[in-house]
Antibody, heavy 119, light 107 residues
C-alpha cells in the first residue's frame, strides 16, 4: 500500500532553516518523481519543487528558488526539503506527492506537515 | 508561467444537481490538465488527468473535457460526499501551476 508520511514541520523564526522529510512506503521513491506542494492557511495549492525519478533533474518554483533544496536518501526511501532563509509567506502545510511516473500528476499525497514562520 | 483561473469561486448546489466547473489557462496547450478534489483537513485527491481520463477509483459521475485554454469538470449528479474544493492543475510547462479553486457547497 502506497503511503507518504511528512514530518519536520513546526514554528521557526524568519531567516532560519528547517528540514522536512517525506518517508515513502509501498513503493520505491527512486522510480517516481516526488514533489512538494504547499498550501497556506485558507489558501490554494502551490507547487514548490520536484526531484525526478532518477534524481537527475530538480525544479523549483520561483518563490523558493535559491532558498529551498530537494534531496533524497534512497537507502531510507525518504525525500527531503531543506528550507533556508524562511519568510512569513512560507507559512503553509507542506505536502509531498508522488507523480504518475509519466507525467507530473499527483496520484498519492501525504497528510502534510505544517510550517509556521513567525517571530 | 501559465496562469490558471477557475470559475465560479463558489457554487452553491443541492444534492442530485448537475455541476459544471470551469478552468481557463493563460496559454494554449492540448490536454495536460488535471483536476483534484480537496475536503477540509485532507490532502487533495486526483480525479481527472489528461483533461478527460478518470483516475483509479473515481466514480463515473465525474467527467472532464476541454483542450487549448478552456477546460471543464462536470459532476453529473452531485452526491453529499462531493461537497469540497476543486482545483485544476496544468502540467504542460514548468512551473506546474494550479487554479485558485472552486468551492462547491450546500445550497
Amino acid at each position: 500500500q502506497v503511503q507518504l508520511v511528512e514530518s519536520g514541520g513546526g514554528v521557526v523564526q524568519p531567516g532560519r532553516s528547517l528540514r522536512l522529510s517525506c518517508a515513502a512506503s509501498g513503493f520505491t521513491l527512486s522510480r517516481f518523481g516526488i514533489h512538494w506542494v504547499r498550501q497556506a492557511p485558507g489558501k490554494g495549492l502551490e507547487w514548490v519543487a520536484v526531484m525526478s525519478y532518477d534524481g537527475s533533474s530538480k525544479y523549483y518554483a520561483d518563490s523558493v528558488q535559491g532558498r529551498f533544496t530537494i534531496s533524497r536518501d534512497n537507502s531510507k526511501n525518504t525525500l527531503y526539503l531543506e528550507m533556508s532563509s524562511l519568510r512569513p509567506e512560507d507559512t503553509a502545510v507542506y505536502y509531498c506527492a508522488k507523480d504518475l511516473g509519466s507525467y507530473p500528476i499527483f496520484d498519492f499525497w501525504g497528510q502534510g506537515t505544517l510550517v509556521i514562520v513567525s517571530s | 508561467e501559465i496562469v490558471m483561473t477557475q470559475s465560479p469561486t463558489t457554487l452553491s448546489v443541492s444534492p442530485g444537481e448537475r455541476v459544471t466547473l470551469s478552468c481557463r489557462a493563460s496559454q494554449f496547450f492540448s490536454s495536460n490538465l488535471a483536476w483534484y478534489q480537496q475536503k477540509p483537513g485532507q490532502a487533495p485527491r486526483l480525479l481527472i488527468y489528461g483533461a478527460s481520463t478518470r483516475a483509479t477509483g473515481v466514480p463515473a459521475r465525474f467527467s472532464g473535457s476541454g483542450s487549448g485554454t478552456e477546460f471543464t469538470l462536470t459532476i453529473s449528479s452531485l452526491q453529499s460526499e462531493d461537497f469540497a474544493v476543486y482545483y485544476c492543475q496544468q502540467y504542460n510547462n514548468w512551473p506546474l501551476t494550479f487554479g485558485p479553486g472552486t468551492k462547491v457547497d450546500f445550497k
